[in-house]
């Protein structure tokens, strides 16, 4: 092969390189959620339309690092309870693969637009539920700490976890496995990996540990979600194991990434009930006939909530 050759491949290599380096800065930059979701996710119900909107209070964000694979702590919060004798109910996330809560600030800003206290961080594995135990971890301390804006002015018996995906599958860790577990009253888990999957790839769980009020979501669009990650079959699998409060349903042409966020005027509506005791909220769920299992743009619904047990 003559030099002018190897210079010419030489320069294809670098090219490809370059631009296989370009897509992975743009893939990291990229938010997972889309900016304007809030407006633009079609709903099929007035409960799931009224909490999927942003709620009424004015968002703030606060951050401190921490030199582990957290990377940071990303804390969004309601801007006056820095004024308000109030405690904040308190929510933890869990990352998905390769989603770091940087990327989805549009969905945690949401959350605090309803008065919660959100955090995430910037960690990639996700599935033990180690970033979520820290996190709360963080929050208590924090509030112990009279010279932290969050000092006496979280609620800690109101604590809720969501997590997508790797961070579905972490859920059910942080609220059976972990340190803090006791500490959460109720969970959400959206398109977690199925047990056969995740115990393939070392991210053993055991659901059988859940005793707090739980939902789960899926999708129904793409073969990543329906073949991969929740088969038709794995979804009541899951379900079927939990001895406590729960609720499960599919979200109709949702393919996995947009489980992210696509549920979210139910997720919301399921935290407001269960941590702030909103009794329009809890329509979508309880009472002669809930939004959740009448709304055509879900499918599989199932509702098995012991209401002395399920009710805040």
Known sequence: MTKKVLKVVGIVLLVIIVLVALLLIKGALTPAVPKDYTETVKTGGEIEAKYLKNGSFEVKYYEQKVDDDFAKYEVWYPSEMTDSSNKSPVLVVLNGTGVKAS???????????WGFVVIGTEEEEAWDGEAADSSLAFLIQQNENKDSLFYQKLDFDNVGVV???QGGAGVFNTVSVQDNSSVYKTAVSLSPTNEELADNLGWHYDVTKIHI???IFAGTKGDFEMKTVIPTEKLPEIYDKIDAPKVMARKKNCEHGEMLYSADGYVTA????QLQGDEEAAKAFI?????????????????????ESATP
């Open 103 to 113: 990327k989805y600030k549009t969905q945690f800003e949401h959350f605090a637009s």
């Open 163 to 165: 997590g997508h995906s």
């Open 213 to 215: 009020p739980i939902i």
């Open 270 to 273: 399921w935290f407001m009930w």
């Open 287 to 307: 009472g002669d006939e809930p939004e959740l299992e009448k709304n055509e743009l879900y499918q599989e619904q199932r509702i098995d909530l012991e209401t």
